[in-house]
Structures are given as structure tokens and as C-alpha cells.
């Protein structure tokens, strides 16, 4: 599976950005995907995860309200819509598949990562 994650750029707080992640390779329609960040000298950290049908979402606690996951399974593509953005919430963002069943927050649990794309929001 190839995992291709765009959108990223430069917004100021209170700003929106949509990311989008398109798979290659694999039956997309298998796969949870999901969302994670990294800021400079931060651990990983969890931002949003949808199961196949989009049925079932999560989020991590600091984006909930935030930030909306979703998937267009004809286009093989999933999205982050960001929304009021924090100076906080800049990091590298990149998109992951998981071939079990139920959206997880577990990095160990997905199988293929994209090459990320930075956020920056600034104040």
C-alpha cells in the first residue's frame, strides 16, 4: 500500500485546512485509516482514525470538535478537515492504514505510513 498525504501549508490560528490522503496498492475499502502528528521534539500523537465504511470515527482529545476525519472510498482517499487551528496543532501529519476492523489509536497497529505533510499554524 502507497500512502500519499497532501494539504498541508501555512494558516493562522483560527484558520481551516483540509488533508487529504489517497491509497494505492491494496483494496482501500479493507483498511481503518488513520491520522497522526509530530511536532518537533514531541512524541507521535493520535489525531483521528475511520473505520471502512465511516461508520465509526475517533479522535484524539486535543482536536475533538475540531477536526473531522472522513473517507471517500470511490477515490481512495480519506480527509482531515481541520478547523480553528491552534498554533499547537503544528506538526507533520501523516496518514496510516490498519487492516483490522475498528478505528484504533495505536500507531503499533498500523501496517503502511505516508511521507507526512507539515501544518503550521501561526499566532
Known amino acids: 500500500v502507497q500512502l500519499q498525504a497532501c494539504g498541508g501549508g501555512l494558516v493562522q490560528a483560527g484558520g481551516s485546512l483540509r488533508l487529504s490522503c489517497a491509497a494505492s496498492g491494496r483494496t482501500f475499502t479493507s483498511y481503518v485509516m488513520g491520522w497522526f502528528r509530530q511536532a518537533p521534539g514531541k512524541e507521535r500523537e493520535f489525531v483521528a482514525a475511520i473505520n471502512w465504511s465511516g461508520s465509526n470515527t475517533g479522535y484524539g482529545e486535543s482536536v475533538k470538535g475540531r477536526f473531522t476525519i472522513s473517507r471517500d472510498n470511490a477515490k481512495n482517499t480519506v480527509y482531515l478537515q481541520m478547523n480553528s487551528l491552534k498554533p499547537e496543532d503544528t506538526a507533520v501529519y501523516y496518514c496510516?492504514?490498519?487492516?483490522?476492523?475498528?478505528?484504533?489509536?495505536?500507531?503499533?497497529?498500523?501496517?503502511?505510513w505516508g511521507q507526512g505533510t507539515q501544518v503550521t499554524v501561526s499566532s
Open positions: 496510516a492504514s490498519d487492516l483490522g476492523a475498528v478505528p484504533t489509536a495505536k500507531a503499533e497497529s498500523y501496517d503502511y
